[in-house]
């Protein structure tokens, strides 16, 4: 029977993990499944015939550590998704990367920092008053800050602190984020499995369930399935999961906001067959890497 692991965190927090819904499905393929935390040492990784990254949801404090702990299980066994997308998809700035092969994604201003910067500078720059800044490796909304152009200089000093030196990214306020919500697309080894509508919660900008966003299962419209597709076509090596975080611009198209392929929610309970399509997605994946 093969086994596999399922990497995590330490502490599970306040996080909501739902891997768990993908395991009996697994071992009805006959896999065996162990969910291990990523800086665990007493289980050597070559015990595994597989490890798949999953609710690593504190490497971003680590990042280093991180890399280091992965290399090593590439090293013993077939890891996924695979090393060379963590890489690419650790920073950010992988969005510049699709801009380049044509895909729409919000306009980005990209600094080593708040430091020489000013709140109006950046909105004269983005030619939008109202912004985001969030660094550049990071998630779960963690120093993520709306803010305006017109910024009073003790919250701007408070703002720009969280980013000594640390590279950041600035980008519009997608007022859509909040009207309509922000569209995630999941896709298993290139082919699409379900989607989710993430409102976030009143007073509040930052989608994540953490942050008391509300979650909405949903069949994508044709235009917003296809800019799926095309993100995911667009990569050169095929990942085992991915997920694309979309709003909808002004125009009525839609942008991508993200490209989750490290460690993504996967939101497996919202989809009652997503799950199995996981399951069958981590069994041929891992077939066709031997």
């Known amino acids: 029977m093969p086994h596999c692991a399922f990497l995590t965190l330490d502490e599970r927090?306040?996080?909501?993990?739902?891997?768990?819904?993908?395991?009996?499905?697994?071992?009805?393929?006959?896999?065996?499944?162990?969910?291990?935390?990523?800086?665990?040492t007493a289980v050597p990784w070559n015990r595994f015939d597989a490890a798949i990254i999953r609710s690593t949801w504190d490497y971003w404090n680590d990042v280093p550590a991180f890399l280091e702990t992965l290399a090593r299980i590439n090293r013993e066994t077939r890891l996924a998704n695979p090393l060379g997308l963590v890489h690419w998809n650790l920073a950010?700035?992988?969005?510049?990367?699709?801009?380049?092969?044509?895909?729409?994604?919000?306009?980005t201003l990209w600094l080593d920092g708040l430091g020489d910067s000013s709140a109006g500078r950046c909105a004269d720059r983005l030619g939008s008053n109202e912004m985001v800044v969030k660094p550049v490796i990071g998630a779960n909304g963690q120093d993520a800050f709306r803010f305006s152009g017109n910024e009073g200089p003790?919250?701007?000093?408070?703002?720009?602190?969280?980013?000594p030196g640390r590279a950041c990214m600035v980008q519009p306020f997608m007022q859509n984020v909040v009207t309509e919500g922000e569209y995630s697309l999941f896709f298993f080894n290139r082919l699409f499995s379900h989607a989710i509508l993430k409102?976030?919660?009143?007073?509040?900008?930052?989608?994540?369930e953490e942050h008391g966003a509300e979650l909405r299962a949903i069949e994508p419209e044709p235009r917003l399935l296809s800019r799926g597709h095309e993100v995911i076509a667009a990569l050169s090596t095929v990942p085992l999961y991915g997920r694309i975080d979309f709003v909808r611009n002004d125009a009525g198209d839609f942008d991508v906001m993200e490209l989750e392929l490290i460690e993504p929610s996967l939101y497996l309970r919202m989809d009652t067959a997503a799950p199995t399509r996981f399951a069958e997605a981590i069994d041929a994946w891992f077939q066709k890497e031997e």
């Open 154 to 163: 003790a919250r701007w000093a408070g703002i720009s602190a969280r980013f």
């Open 13 to 40: 927090g306040d996080f909501v993990i739902d891997d768990e819904h993908a395991i009996a499905p697994l071992a009805e393929l006959g896999w065996e499944v162990s969910t291990l935390s990523w800086r665990q």
């Open 199 to 208: 409102t976030p919660a009143a007073n509040e900008f930052r989608s994540q």
């Open 92 to 107: 950010k700035t992988y969005m510049r990367d699709l801009e380049g092969k044509g895909i729409g994604v919000v306009p």
